[in-house]
């Protein structure tokens, strides 16, 4: 079974530009996180979308949006870069029950110039 | 003071150590955790999955949960090089939002 995987692998974007990563999850798992790595904060929770809709939310400004669709793809959209969002981003896919594993793609690195 | 509290390290042992990695954590809504490994420039790879209190084994890896004290660790057995990676503990309530703790560098020597 494949894993899942994040497109693009880098990014290299300037101040004030947005930016959309995608995410497809492994094959049958409907619910995708998102995930901030930073070597200051580390691993930080984004949001969670279960069957197109979002179902947790950590605490990340507006610029920071997603989406699901109905195959289960998601996407992760930064308005207005900032200096401060240069960071590996991470997306993780589970089968969407109440607990269950959750398994990490290789991620996205963004580098905001 | 954050939620989960690990020891970003660096860890460094001989090859064929015995390794304890541990957290500590603040929130008692925590019932799943979980121990992830991460290679430099890769997504973390899960190790362990425990929930609630007690101790799960997987080959060289022994997860242990103290619900009590708020307390987990992971103990690696005839730790080799390529165990040389970064160590994060997670943990969540009901539902999907992980917390991590900041993640150890551990460094095995051969």
């Known amino acids: 079974k494949a894993g899942v995987t994040q497109t693009p692998r880098y990014l290299i974007k300037t101040r004030g530009q947005q930016v959309t990563l995608s995410c497809s999850p492994i094959?049958?798992?409907?619910?995708v996180s998102w995930y901030q790595q930073t070597p200051g904060q580390g691993l930080q929770f984004l949001f969670e979308y279960f069957s197109e809709t979002q179902r947790n939310k950590g605490n990340f400004p507006g610029r920071f949006s997603g989406r699901q669709f109905s195959n289960s793809r998601s996407e992760m959209n930064v308005s207005t870069l900032e200096l401060g969002d240069s960071a590996l981003y991470l997306c993780?896919?589970?089968?969407?029950?109440?607990?269950?594993?959750?398994?990490f793609g290789p991620g996205t690195r963004l580098l905001v110039l | 003071q954050k939620e989960v509290e690990q020891d970003p390290g660096p860890l460094s042992v001989p090859e064929g150590a015995i390794v304890s990695l541990n957290c500590t954590y603040s929130n008692s809504a925590f019932q799943y955790f979980m121990w992830y490994r991460q290679y430099s420039r890769k997504g973390p790879e899960l190790l362990m999955y425990?929930?609630?209190?007690g101790n799960k084994e997987d080959g060289r890896f022994t997860a242990q949960v103290d619900k009590s004290s708020k307390y987990i660790s992971l103990f690696i057995r005839d730790s080799q090089p390529s165990d040389s990676a970064t160590y994060l503990c997670?943990?969540?309530?009901?539902?999907?939002?992980?917390?991590f703790g900041a993640g150890t560098i551990l460094r095995v020597k051969s």
């Open positions: 425990t929930y609630s209190s």
């Open positions: 997670a943990m969540s309530g009901f539902g999907n939002k992980l917390v």
């Open positions: 094959s049958g798992h409907r619910s």
């Open positions: 993780a896919s589970s089968l969407g029950t109440v607990q269950e594993t959750q398994y």
